[in-house]
């Protein structure tokens, strides 16, 4: 305790957190920017960001209407990517058009990579929801 008090008092504290949250503001951007990017090369609108957020370690973009966190999933695993759906967080409402992604723990040139894999799958995501059912009439 009284290493962290001195700490403190010399500004040590205050450099820290200033370090960690530019750090984490730049993992932000980076992602932000990323799946913008990509999601609006290979599958536009399929994706809506909000606004940046100000604090936190996740971004929870909205899926676009049609495709549910729990469809892409599977597509998003087989791309090499993974997320949290939204709904694992929501309680009594439903939360399957969104997607929990950390940006926190990843370096900035992993976290284009995931946005790219991603903006994959949710293009093969789209293809099969609007393929026609092969299994109608059949």
Known sequence: ALALAERGAGGGCDRHLARVRAAYRERRDVLTDALTGAVGAVAPGALRLADRPTGGWFLWPRLAD??????????AEDAGTVFVPGAAFQAGAPGDDHLRLSFSHLPPASLVEAAQRLARALAVAREADSAPDRSAGA
């Open 66 to 75: 049609g495709l549910t966190a729990s469809a892409l999933l599977p597509a």
